[in-house]
C-alpha cells in the first residue's frame, strides 16, 4: 500500500523519480561491474577490428595494408559486426542497471559539484556515441542508409571519441569496479539506496546471477543470429543474417548491374578492357583477356557489412597485364568501372596489391562465366581487400605515377 501512496503522490505532485524509488536490487553496482566487463571486451575488439577496416580502406597508409593472409579482412571485419551486435543486448542490460543513477542527488560542495559534472558528462559522451556506434553500424550492416552523413568517417571519428570516453569512465570508476568484481555479486557493499535485498529473494524473481547470465546469453544468441553471413555452416540458423549465401557460385550480389546502370555497357561487343602506363597502352576485348595466360584462385568476397563468402575465381593477373604495358613494380593502379556514378565505380589499387600474383581480374567464378551481377565481363579480385573494393564491371585499368 505504502509504495501505491508514494507512485500516487508523485503523480500528483509531477515530481521526476528519485534514485530510492528504484528498489530492485538487480539495478547494482554488482551487475553493471560484470555486465561492463564484457562490454568494455566487445568494445575494445570492435575498435580494433575497426581500425583495421579503416587501414584497408586507406590507399595512402603510411604503413602498407598487408596481401595476407587472403582470408585476414574476412575474419576481423565478420568479427567486428559480429561483435558490435553482441554488443546490443549488454548495452542495453548496463544501461537499465544504472539507469536510477540518471536521478541521483546533486551532491554538496564545490569541488564534489565539479567532479560530478565531469563524471556525468564523460559517461554522456560515452552513452551517446556507443548508442550511435552501435545503431549506425547496426543499420550500415542491414543496408539501411536513413542519414545524410557519410557512415565510414563517421563511423571511425565516433569510434575514437567511444574509446576515449571508455577509458576515461573505467579509470574514474575503477576503485569501485575493483571493489564489484573482488566480491560475490550478491554482495550489497556497493548497492545504492533504497535497493531492498528483500526482493531478490523472493520466490520466482531473477537474482543476480540470473540476470548477468540473461545478458551474456542474449549476447551468445545475437552472435549465433548474425554470424551465418561469414560462418558457413551457421548459415541455416542465422535467421538475421544479412545476406543469406545464394547468389551465382554462391556468393551474394551486393549491387546488380541494373542498379549500376551498367547491363547495357557490360553486354555490349563494343566493351574493351584498357591498360594505360603513361603512353604505353593496350586495349583488349574480353576474348583477348581469355586467350591470355589463365590464373585461378580461392579468395573470399568480404564486405564492410560483415557477410562474407569465398569462391574460386579464374582469369588474368593483374601484373601479366601491367607487364604487357611495361609498368615497373611498386607502382598503385586505379581500377575503373563501367559503372558511371557512385562511389564505388573506381578504386585505387596499393603497390602491393598490383604486383601480388594472387590478384586478378577475373573472368569466371567456379569455372563459369562470371555473371553479369558479379562483374561480367571482368571484376576485380584481390587477397586480403573489403569487398567494396572489389571492382566490378571493371573497363580501365592505369598504373599511377
Ligand atoms: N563497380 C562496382 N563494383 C563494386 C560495387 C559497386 O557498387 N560498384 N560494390 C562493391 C561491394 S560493396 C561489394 S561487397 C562487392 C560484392 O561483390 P559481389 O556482388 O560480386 O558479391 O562488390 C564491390 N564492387
Ligand atoms: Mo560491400
Known amino acids: 500500500m505504502g509504495r501505491v501512496t508514494a507512485y500516487a503522490d508523485r503523480f500528483s505532485a509531477l515530481r521526476p523519480p528519485a534514485e530510492e524509488d528504484f528498489t530492485s536490487p538487480l539495478r547494482s553496482a554488482a551487475v553493471a561491474a560484470r555486465v561492463g566487463l564484457w562490454l568494455g571486451i566487445c568494445f575494445g575488439l570492435a575498435f580494433l577490428t575497426g581500425l583495421i577496416s579503416h587501414w584497408a580502406q586507406e590507399p595512402d597508409a603510411w604503413l602498407p595494408f598487408p596481401t595476407r593472409p587472403t582470408w585476414g579482412y574476412r575474419v576481423t ?10 554488443a546490443i543486448p549488454l548495452l542495453l542490460v548496463k544501461l537499465w542497471t544504472v539507469f536510477p543513477k540518471l536521478f541521483a542527488r546533486p551532491p554538496r560542495g564545490l569541488r564534489r559539484v565539479v567532479l560530478e559534472v565531469g563524471e556525468r558528462g564523460s ?21 539501411w542508409y536513413p542519414w545524410d552523413f557519410r557512415f565510414r568517417s563517421t563511423h571511425y571519428a565516433m569510434g ?3 574509446v576515449g570516453a571508455l577509458a576515461l569512465h573505467i579509470a574514474i570508476k575503477l576503485p569501485v569496479i575493483r571493489t564489484a568484481l573482488g566480491e560475490p555479486v550478491d554482495s550489497s557493499t556497493l548497492d545504492r539506496e ?36 561469414t560462418v558457413p555452416l551457421l548459415r541455416r540458423i542465422s535467421v538475421l543474417g544479412v545476406r543469406s549465401g545464394d547468389g551465382p557460385g554462391g556468393i551474394p550480389i551486393n549491387k546488380s548491374a ?57 582469369g588474368v593477373r593483374l601484373r601479366d597485364l601491367l607487364d604487357l604495358v611495361e609498368a615497373p613494380r611498386e607502382r598503385a593502379v586505379r581500377i575503373t568501372s563501367l559503372q558511371q556514378r557512385g562511389p564505388y565505380r573506381a578504386t585505387e589499387l596499393p603497390a602491393q596489391f598490383a604486383d601480388d600474383p594472387s590478384t586478378l581480374l577475373a573472368l569466371t567464378l567456379d569455372d563459369e562465366p ?19 573494393l572489389q571492382t566490378k564491371w571493371v573497363t580501365d585499368v592505369e598504373v599511377l605515377a
Open 77 to 86: 571485419q565478420g568479427l567486428h559486426v559480429v561483435i558490435g551486435v553482441a
Open 194 to 229: 533504497g535497493a531492498d535485498p528483500v526482493a531478490s529473494i523472493a520466490p520466482g524473481a531473477l537474482d543476480r546471477r540470473g540476470l548477468v547470465r540473461t545478458a551474456l546469453l542474449a549476447a551468445g544468441v545475437a552472435v549465433i543470429a548474425t554470424a551465418g553471413s
Open 123 to 143: 559517461i554522456g559522451v560515452l552513452v551517446g556515441a556507443a548508442i550511435f556506434q552501435l545503431a549506425s553500424g547496426l543499420a550500415n550492416s542491414a543496408q
Open 258 to 314: 541494373r542498379a549500376a546502370d551498367v547491363v547495357a555497357s557490360a553486354l555490349s561487343p563494343d566493351y574493351r578492357l584498357t591498360v594505360t602506363f603513361g603512353a604505353n597502352s593496350r586495349v583488349f576485348t574480353r576474348e583477348e583477356l581469355a586467350a591470355l595466360r589463365q590464373t585461378s584462385r580461392e579468395l573470399p568476397i568480404a564486405c564492410v557489412e560483415g557477410w562474407s563468402a569465398s569462391g574460386r575465381w579464374s
Open 370 to 388: 562470371l555473371a553479369l551481377d558479379h562483374g561480367y565481363p571482368c571484376r576485380l579480385i584481390a587477397p586480403n581487400r573489403p569487398g567494396v
Open 160 to 162: 575514437w571519441i567511444a
